[in-house]
Nanobody, 123 residues
């Protein structure tokens, strides 16, 4: 059974940091690109970052450039998102999803996704 499980969210003050993890099971992570998305209430889904199957980082949203870092460990079937200098506008439900290797910018994720992890940035 294909599963993606996100963890690491929580409540953090502005300027703080969090590291999100996406644990994959039921498929071999190294065959897919992985993207992080986020969605805040009443807003459209936003693609946050994309990392290719070979570890190339191909996309960061302008809103997170210089603050977020995506990485993957294929041996552990895990992709992480290190988030620094968090802002209230980063508050959202974050989830990971896979795409085919040919989708180099992770624009068309598979429908299957994890349950998400909530990030709340507030003082």
């Amino acid at each position: 059974q294909v599963q993606l499980v996100e963890s690491g969210g929580g409540l953090v003050q502005p300027g703080g940091s969090l590291t999100l993890s996406c644990q994959a099971s039921g498929f071999t992570l190294l065959y897919y690109n992985i993207a992080w998305f986020r969605q805040a209430p009443g807003k459209e889904r936003e693609r946050v970052s994309c990392i290719t199957s070979t570890g190339g980082v191909t996309y960061y949203a302008d809103s997170v450039k210089g603050r977020f870092t995506i990485a993957r460990d294929n041996a552990k079937n895990t992709v992480t998102l290190q988030m620094n200098s968090l802002k209230p506008e980063d508050t959202a439900d974050y989830y990971c999803a896979r795409t085919t290797p040919s989708d180099s910018l992770c624009e068309t994720p598979f429908a299957s996704r994890g349950q998400g992890t909530q990030v709340t940035v507030s003082s």
